[in-house]
């Protein structure tokens, strides 16, 4: 291992690895309008209050995009996204407000996230859809960078203990430890590691050359670790 300690994977299963949008919206039609786009993409926690977003931010969850609305009873979308950045994160945003577009507001917004009108017209379906668009492109962008062994190289073709060996041999575990943790035996992971190199175009390679190819795919990963 690279480390002294164990990296305990964030959870047991393929789901754990796949990104989800966070959508905070109060208002129910737009919510499910907005759900619906999503998640033809990847799947989507939605809170209606700033309160329960928190509740979602604070668990294991791994987000690649916030929907988040301006105005709601309980908070501003706009305040919480504002204090998710100033803690560093990086994960795209658009932000949805049903008010006038005033320069000031642009100029509030601009450095956060993108604005969207909310859809209350006819006339504003085709602007909100494609600015929509764009963000899922910028939020399945930031999942293949951040989340590159999921996201780049396997597109769900492995079973959730195949995608659990290949996580841990990139955190620089041992099959001897990668096979202890799962409760598997040493030749077990070792088929399990042979297959996922194959499939990644690095047959007869090792768990190093796996972690090399992903940090290629994400430079900075050596910086978050």
Known sequence: MSSGS???????????????????EDDGAIRERLRD?????????????????????AGEVPFIGYAFDIHLDDG???????????AGSTVPAVVMTGLPMTRELVLEVG??????PKPTSPNAV???????????????????RTYGLKA????GELTPTMMEVAVLGVRGWS?????????????TVRNHVSEVLDRCGLKGQSLRALRRTVEELIPDRAERE
């Open 6 to 24: 164990y990296d305990e994977p964030a959870s047991a299963g393929d789901d754990a690895f796949i990104g989800r949008f966070l959508l905070l």
């Open 37 to 57: 786009r999503l998640e033809a993409h990847r799947p989507v926690e939605a809170a209606e209050g700033v309160s329960r977003a928190r509740t979602l931010l």
């Open 76 to 86: 501003s979308g706009l305040r919480l996204l504002d204090q998710l950045r100033a």
């Open 111 to 116: 450095p956060l996230g993108r604005l969207l």
């Open 126 to 144: 085709d602007a909100f859809d494609q600015g929509l668009d764009a963000f899922v492109r910028d939020a399945l962008l930031f999942e293949r």
């Open 152 to 155: 780049a190289l396997f597109d």
């Open 175 to 187: 099959r001897e430890e990668i096979a202890k943790h799962l409760g598997i035996s040493a030749t």
